[in-house]
């Protein structure tokens, strides 16, 4: 199963809007097929491991990080080709909570005499399925938000001096937590201010897939210089009040310009979430600046947070910490996080936890 979690793991970001799945197939012993989902319209996980195994599938073990899915789509159930191929028994780390199969590919699979155990791997498969599931549930993409910050709550100097606060390690992690997103999303002050390329590299090259780049500009004042826009990859500037003259030359420079509703100071950002699903984007990574994770959290749109702390302190009243806005009028009322999670990364931390609902 181990191996199975790590299949699917690996194509995170890269199959949505279906789930990332892994499968393995062992007989007498050892591996004789694997498989990870492929991207909308190719294979899942069991059938590529059962064309990895040929005939050595035939009386296997099958480890999957979800239950085979029970439900005609663009292919065909995998629980009927796991039937065919003449697997044994199945060792399934979760339930598909998609309401088209949840239990019914297991219970398919018992009626057909397979030895089917559950439960074995549930808590990771269930984290690498989060935003699938959300999604299925909710029709909405699942919000990250991603900060670095000194020990005292700081993301740049008074003067907006910010590179770099962690270290060289919590960078190259950064790089896999985008790589697993479907969406990378940033205001505009950020845009402006860091004139980032807001792409993966997990390596020294850049990750084949890119993640979409969204960035919030109610106003339209992306310089048409940026970066990103000369990046691999597509990026989609949501703005509110963007002059036509604008609009065309940022699309002159490959951005994709959608115009949403105005509310208050900024887009509406549910109908952006409401857009990006639309779309098929189940996962959405919001970088900051403060401003944007501080409206995200005002929102309550946020359900995940990845924060790297640095040791160091920077000081100063100006400075700015990770999440702006106006916050919460008593203690009583500040977002609380569950599931919390404690990593050390070169000399910084990594606390990862959700939003208490």
């Not at 789509?73 to 060792?91: N, Q």
Request: glycine share 10%; hydrophobic share 40%; aromatic share 6%.
């Amino acid at each position: 199963m181990t191996r199975a979690l790590e299949l699917a793991r690996s194509s995170l970001g890269k199959v949505s809007p279906n789930p990332s799945v892994g499968a393995v197939l062992v007989k007498d012993g050892r591996i004789v097929g694997e498989g990870v989902t492929q991207p909308p319209g190719g294979p899942h996980a069991e059938v590529m491991a059962i064309n990895s195994a040929g005939d050595l599938a035939a009386g296997a073990t099958l480890y999957v990080s979800l239950e085979p899915c029970a439900h005609y789509g663009k292919t065909p159930p995998c629980m009927e080709a796991l039937i065919a191929a003449g697997i044994h028994s199945a060792f399934v780390a979760t339930i598909d909570p998609d309401p088209r199969t949840n239990g019914k590919g297991i219970e398919f699979l018992k009626s057909e005499g397979i030895d089917v155990k559950i439960g074995d791997g549930s808590e990771e498969a269930e984290e690498i399925i989060e935003s699938f599931t959300k999604f299925t549930m909710t029709q909405q993409p699942f919000f990250s938000a991603k900060f670095a910050m000194s020990l005292d709550g700081k993301i740049a100097t008074r003067t907006g001096s910010s590179k770099w606060i962690t270290s060289e390690e919590s960078r190259k992690r950064s790089h896999v937590i985008r790589s697993q997103s479907d969406v990378i999303m940033i205001g505009v002050g950020t845009a402006i201010a860091d004139n980032p390329l807001l792409t993966a590299r997990t390596s020294k090259n850049l990750d084949s897939k890119q993640p979409l780049r969204l960035i919030v500009d109610t106003f339209g004042r992306l310089p048409t210089n940026s970066r990103m826009l000369k990046q691999a990859g597509r990026t989609i500037v949501a703005s509110s009040e963007i002059n036509s003259s604008t609009k065309r030359s940022l699309q002159n420079q490959g951005a994709d310009v959608f115009e949403f509703p105005r509310v208050n100071e900024g887009v509406d950002l549910y109908a952006v979430a409401n857009f990006l699903a639309a779309e098929g984007f189940t996962s959405v990574l919001a970088e900051g600046g403060s401003s944007l994770l501080g409206s995200l959290f005002n929102c309550k749109m946020v359900d995940k947070v990845y924060a790297f702390i640095a040791p160091l302190v920077i000081g100063g009243s100006g400075a700015k910490s990770p999440v702006g806005g106006l916050g919460p009028k008593d203690l009583s009322e500040a977002t609380t996080m569950t599931k919390l999670k404690y990593e050390t990364i070169g000399n910084d931390f990594l606390v990862t936890g959700y939003i208490k609902k």
